[in-house]
């Protein structure tokens, strides 16, 4: 889960400035928080509403491959894979 202090930094990013701080915010993370981040993409409905438009769908997969370039265990890679997969097919 992510802390709550973790949700209130992502309400206070600014869109333009998001990708850069989107960036450092995962990089701080450990592997259940990003592993939580991840199923967002096909847990979270609007989340999911999001993932039918290009660019919305594009960053999710972007930020899907670093989240996995950070995990080492088989079963949380297979986990990130069938996500990617899954807002591949949306």
Known sequence: ??????????????????AAYLDDFIDSLNTTQLRATANMFVSNDRVRAELFQSKPKS??????????????????????????SAVAAM
Do not use: C, G, P, Y
């Open 1 to 18: 889960m992510l802390t709550v202090s973790a949700k209130r930094h992502l309400r206070r990013v600014d869109r333009f400035d998001s």
């Open 59 to 84: 960053r999710a997969r972007s930020l899907l491959t670093s989240i996995r370039a950070k995990l080492t265990i088989q079963a949380h890679l297979d986990e990130i894979d069938d996500i990617s």
